[in-house]
């Protein structure tokens, strides 16, 4: 569950890995430049994925038995427990009042409230006994593990989050950076990179995401990240097309 710096949970359809752009507006707009995950072990072990193929060694080492482990074991990827165990954003605790106050510890004021962080959960997970339930969150991972890959590696399943059996409880400070602009060089329909004044250099072009990320901005301010292949080829395309004439 995502919560802002002072325990409210964000609104739908701000989740993990859905509105980013949404979600950066919302927290920013609370005041504050950091919000919070609380999750599990079960959870964790399963969705907590890092980014760089360094962080992944059963995929990107092709290791089936260490695979098997990501889909049958109780422990997240190495990198992750490292992550878990290390990480100076990182709390793990047995019970939600000790997790509060370990996530409260890390902030210059203590902005969380137990009773509050406490309804939200409750709420949520009274929602996880019925498959009719209104969690939006809950209904998005049912929906995710219809797809087997998602259900085998990538999505827990459905459960409470305060269930002991599914601990320890984990509560993880994120903080607001910049890992890399959706930016490249200016260019014209022809593939050519414009200069300063916006006159065409001549013999220089651009495709890929070099050319105004994943093919001059053609799938918008809000384009979904894995969606740029198409406008790698297409950019490339016109490019190539006009250095041949």
Same mark, same amino acid.
Request: charge should be neutral.
């Given at each position: ?12 359809? &701000? *989740? ?5 752009? $949404? ?9 504050? %430049?950091?919000?919070? *995950?609380? #999750? @599990?072990?079960?959870?964790?072990r399963k969705e907590f994925a890092l980014s760089g193929s360094e962080q992944n060694p059963d995929l990107t080492n092709k290791d089936w038995r260490m695979l &098997? ?18 990480? !100076? %954003? ?6 939600? $009042? %000790?997790?509060?106050?370990?996530? @409260?510890? #890390? ?6 409230? *137990?009773?509050?962080? /406490?309804? !939200? ?10 498959? *009719? ?12 593990? @219809?797809?087997?890959?998602?259900? &085998? ?7 409470? /989050? /305060? ?22 060089? !200016?260019?014209? /329909? ?13 013999? &220089?072009?651009?495709? $890929? ?10 799938? $918008? ?25």
């Amino acid at each position: 569950m995502w919560f802002d710096a002072t325990g409210c949970r964000l609104p739908a359809p &701000l *989740f993990p890995g859905f509105d980013t752009m $949404g979600t950066l507006e919302h927290i920013l707009a609370t005041g504050y %430049d950091y919000s919070w *995950f609380i #999750l @599990n072990q079960k959870i964790i072990r399963k969705e907590f994925a890092l980014s760089g193929s360094e962080q992944n060694p059963d995929l990107t080492n092709k290791d089936w038995r260490m695979l &098997l482990g990501r889909v049958f074991g109780q422990k997240a990827p190495g990198p992750v427990e490292a992550f878990k165990a290390h990480g !100076e %954003d990182f709390v793990v605790r047995d019970n939600l $009042g %000790d997790l509060v106050d370990g996530m @409260n510890a #890390l902030t210059p004021a203590p902005l969380l409230r *137990f009773e509050a962080i /406490l309804g !939200e959960i409750s709420a949520r997970d009274r929602e996880v006994d019925n498959k *009719f339930g209104k969690d939006m969150q809950v209904n998005a991972i049912r929906v995710a593990r @219809n797809y087997l890959g998602d259900k &085998l590696i990538r999505t827990a399943p459905v459960h409470k /989050l /305060l269930d002991p059996a599914a601990g320890p409880l984990i509560g993880v400070k994120l903080h607001i950076l910049t890992r890399k602009t959706l930016g490249g060089l !200016e260019t014209n /329909l022809s593939g050519q990179v414009l200069n300063a004044s916006g006159q065409p250099i001549p013999g &220089l072009y651009a495709a $890929g995401e070099v050319a105004g990320f994943g093919g001059g901005g053609m799938h $918008g301010y809000s384009a979904l990240e894995g969606s740029f292949l198409g406008g790698c080829l297409f950019s490339g395309r016109t490019a190539g097309r006009a250095v041949l004439g």
